[in-house]
């Protein structure tokens, strides 16, 4: 059975957020298949900032020091979400971007898992080696504005940052992209923008369902 992870990073309501949309038109397609699907909403998790506390931690760990309160939440998240990871044959990140970039939340997963020698090792070579070459990535994102001309891409650094990390970083093969862009900037054609992308959300995970991953 394929594990699937659902990496939900939107806290908005769906009547008001395009990403929020897409989470729950790629749900539903899903309802009813042999997918073993997970959720892992960013929002409703305990995900305290990385930061000196979680660095502290680790140390404390070494030298068999009592953690704080706020060390132990940050070290169990971490592992949470490392372990949401690692069960995962394909992960599916539904997100926005905001100010040109991820949500804060999302960013803190990933710094949970964005570890050496759990997602990626250096060679003796020095040469940067993503360690999740098995494991496949979709994202789902929604951005307001135009981002996919030549002029406005290198703005972008939501799907831009998320391919690079997962696909450049940690190795896994992107499968899928779904990016529904200028429902904002064309507002007069915002209904027929959002219509045609939840339609190719709907693909996805139509495509999702026949995927055979072999372990």
Same mark, same amino acid.
């Given at each position: 059975m394929t594990n699937v992870l659902v990496?939900?990073?939107? @806290?908005?309501?769906?009547?008001?957020?395009? %990403? +929020?949309?897409?989470? #729950?038109?790629?749900? !539903?397609e899903l309802k009813g298949s042999?997918?073993? /699907? +997970?959720?892992?909403?960013?929002?409703? #998790?305990?995900?305290?900032?990385?930061?000196?506390?979680?660095?502290?931690?680790?140390?404390k760990l070494q030298s068999g020091e009592e953690l704080s309160d706020l060390q132990k939440r940050t070290l169990a998240a971490k592992q949470?979400?490392?372990d949401a990871i690692s069960a995962a044959d394909v992960v599916v990140f539904a997100f926005p971007l905001w100010n040109l970039t991820?949500?804060?939340?999302?960013?803190?997963? /990933?710094?949970?898992v964005f570890a050496a020698g759990f997602a990626f090792k250096y060679n003796e070579n020095g040469n940067l080696v993503g360690l999740m070459?098995?494991?496949?990535? /979709?994202?789902? @994102?929604?951005?307001?504005?135009?981002? %996919?001309?030549? !002029?406005?891409?290198?703005?972008?650094?939501?799907? @831009?940052?998320?391919?690079?990390v997962f696909g450049g970083m940690f190795g896994m093969q992107i499968i899928d992209e779904v990016i529904i862009e200028g429902h904002n900037a064309m507002s007069d054609k915002a209904q027929e923008i959002i219509a045609n992308g939840l339609e190719e959300v709907k693909a996805a995970a139509k495509g999702l369902k026949e995927l055979t991953v072999i372990a």
């Amino acid at each position: 059975m394929t594990n699937v992870l659902v990496v939900k990073a939107n @806290n908005r309501p769906a009547d008001q957020a395009v %990403s +929020s949309k897409m989470y #729950e038109t790629f749900m !539903e397609e899903l309802k009813g298949s042999d997918l073993n /699907i +997970s959720v892992y909403d960013v929002y409703e #998790e305990d995900t305290p900032y990385f930061g000196q506390d979680l660095l502290e931690a680790f140390g404390k760990l070494q030298s068999g020091e009592e953690l704080s309160d706020l060390q132990k939440r940050t070290l169990a998240a971490k592992q949470k979400a490392m372990d949401a990871i690692s069960a995962a044959d394909v992960v599916v990140f539904a997100f926005p971007l905001w100010n040109l970039t991820i949500p804060a939340k999302l960013h803190t997963f /990933i710094d949970y898992v964005f570890a050496a020698g759990f997602a990626f090792k250096y060679n003796e070579n020095g040469n940067l080696v993503g360690l999740m070459p098995e494991k496949k990535a /979709i994202f789902l @994102n929604a951005r307001g504005g135009v981002y %996919s001309t030549p !002029e406005a891409a290198p703005m972008d650094m939501g799907v @831009n940052y998320m391919r690079n990390v997962f696909g450049g970083m940690f190795g896994m093969q992107i499968i899928d992209e779904v990016i529904i862009e200028g429902h904002n900037a064309m507002s007069d054609k915002a209904q027929e923008i959002i219509a045609n992308g939840l339609e190719e959300v709907k693909a996805a995970a139509k495509g999702l369902k026949e995927l055979t991953v072999i372990a």
